[in-house]
């Protein structure tokens, strides 16, 4: 899936690396974005419950409402009980759908779709198969782990194009509210939701939700490496 893609996100930027010769423990401790630090947590062979728990958190912190609409409610509820140890990889197996290989060209056709200046609402064949990737144990790490990241980038877009549409509405009131007081002849043009005006709040707001996934994964899972020393 190529990154152009998600660059349509209103609010996306690139993912956050640490600085040359920076040790895994400051990285960690100060990652700003969500997406690294689920790629580190999978890369580096964290158990794949707590990387369930982590996951489900970070979709429950980005799009709450997803809790109650299919088929997230159902992908929640297999995620968090695997997380929680109520279900073993064998029965996560078969209650995911088949995955087996690298993302289908038809998900990347339904990304290219889905994305665009004005999004506002999650794609459940996007974002769902993201999911699923990231949490299916017949992966290998390297796909999981881009997966995972893939997925959190992508629902992060959601609280971005929010504010982004809120930030234009909010003007748009305030002019409604003060035209008796603007001059006749006043013609004022206010710029359309995808336009490039909107631009820094959506960044601000993208930037937010990926710190809070960085927080909530560092709250979930112990520093992978620290359990090897």
Not at 51 to 70: H, K, M, S, T
Not at 89 to 102: C, F, I, K, T, Y
Not at 118 to 140: C, G, R, T
Not at 174 to 189: S, Y
Request: net charge negative; proline share 9%.
């Amino acid at each position: 899936m190529s990154k152009d893609l998600f660059q349509r996100l209103p609010g996306w930027t690139e993912p956050w690396n640490p600085e040359p010769g920076e040790s895994l423990d400051s990285a960690w401790d100060r990652c700003p974005d969500g997406r690294w630090m689920m790629a580190m947590v999978v890369e580096t062979g964290v158990r794949p419950r707590v990387v369930a728990r982590a996951i489900v958190a970070c979709v429950r912190g980005l799009v709450p409402e997803l809790e109650d609409e299919p088929p997230w409610r159902g992908l929640l509820h297999v995620a968090d009980a695997f997380g929680r140890g109520e279900m073993n990889e064998d029965a996560l197996r078969q209650l995911l759908p088949g995955v087996r290989g690298p993302i289908p060209n038809e998900w990347h056709h339904a990304m290219k779709d889905a994305l665009g200046p004005e999004v506002d609402s999650v794609e459940p064949s996007v974002a769902s198969h993201l999911l699923i990737a990231a949490l299916h144990p017949a992966l290998e790490a390297e796909h999981r782990s881009r997966t995972a990241g893939l997925a959190i980038g992508y629902l992060a877009g959601v609280p971005a194009a929010r504010a982004r549409t809120e930030a234009r509405d909010s003007v748009v009131r305030t002019l409604e509210e003060q035209r008796g007081a603007l001059p006749q002849t006043a013609l004022v043009h206010v710029p359309a939701v995808g336009s490039a005006a909107w631009d820094e709040t959506s960044h601000r707001a993208y930037a937010y939700a990926l710190g809070g996934c960085a927080d909530e994964i560092r709250r979930l899972v112990p520093k992978p490496w620290a359990r090897r020393r």
